[in-house]
């Protein structure tokens, strides 16, 4: 009886700690999440709406070739609106993730979700316009890549405002964090490049982006995001196995530490540049 008090205790205790883990290295990928996406959010649109304004598009391509083609303003619209909208979701996203705004809150909330879902559904639409008009330069795995990323944005930003009408707050929040794990696809794109140019050579990477590792990367930019999310909402409705807590501990500190270090270096040497100089620094 004694040992058998004994093991509960120890594995009640465990339980304890593993789930503790699971809290703070959520809370710690959130934190690192929101500062790096609203970074980014405000890279795009200084850089993207300057080159707009200053009537410079042919500046678009030198981050991906192809994007403006001056005899194709259908998907120059496309791609523009894209741009535009997607910098806006970053940002507007990374509000949205405060609990403390959301509680304290909640017509700020819900007005600028509202904008938020809005935004999504640009985003999405502008960059599927620009797929069917232009094509992507990868070809057509890019295409099918990116072409079912943008009908899960739209899928998940028409979820989140269904059930938001609805009064289901425990769907909405859930089809929210998904939409927010697409939301922040392009900037987790671009820095997976810069991290596997810098650490392997751009190996598998050609100029063409039909090298393997740019066929992963058609999809790999989305999917573990969608993964991490489902962590995240299985969590909040309970995962009891302590083993399931600790390993999603252990992938969530690493996904910290990896965005933590690609966030300095590309605010170094990139967004933070490019928003200094916007703003006449």
């Known amino acids: 009886m004694l040992m058998q008090f004994r093991g509960e205790c120890f594995l009640s205790q465990t339980a304890t700690y593993s789930e503790t ?22 890279y795009i649109l200084t850089f993207y709406a300057s080159a707009f304004v200053n009537n410079t598009l042919e500046l678009w391509n ?25 910098g806006i979701i970053l940002i507007l996203g990374s509000v949205q993730l405060l609990p403390k705004i959301r509680l304290s809150f909640p017509k700020f909330h819900k007005t600028v979700g509202k ?16 797929i069917v008009v232009n094509g992507t330069i990868g070809g057509i795995v890019m295409n099918i890549g990116f072409s079912i990323y943008g009908i899960l944005m739209l899928l998940c930003a028409v979820q989140t405002a269904r059930y938001a009408m609805l009064g289901k707050l425990n769907r909405h929040g859930a089809w929210a964090l998904r939409l927010y794990a697409l939301a922040i696809g392009s900037w987790l794109y671009r ?7 810098l650490l392997a050579d751009g190996l598998g990477h050609t100029k063409d982006f039909r ?3 740019d066929t992963i990367m058609s999809f790999f930019f989305y ?26 501990s252990v992938l969530l500190l690493l996904a910290s ?25």
């Open 223 to 248: 999917v573990p995001n969608l993964i991490v999310a489902e962590i995240f909402i299985r969590r909040k409705t309970g995962i009891t196995a302590i083993w399931a807590q600790i390993l999603s």
């Open 115 to 130: 904008i938020y879902v809005v935004a999504c559904i640009l985003t999405a639409i502008g960059g599927l316009t620009f």
């Open 21 to 42: 883990l699971l809290k703070w290295t959520s809370r710690l990928l959130i934190s690192t999440v929101w500062v790096s996406a609203l970074l980014f959010g405000c």
């Open 62 to 86: 030198e981050g991906l070739t192809g994007l403006y083609d001056p005899e194709k303003p259908v998907g120059t619209l496309g791609i523009g609106i894209h741009f535009a909208t997607g």
């Open 211 to 213: 090298g393997i590792f």
């Open 257 to 281: 530490g990896f965005l933590m270090i690609g966030t300095y270096y590309f605010t170094l040497y990139h967004w933070g540049p490019a928003i200094l100089k916007w703003i006449g620094v």
């Open 191 to 197: 820095m997976d490049y810069g991290f596997w140019l």
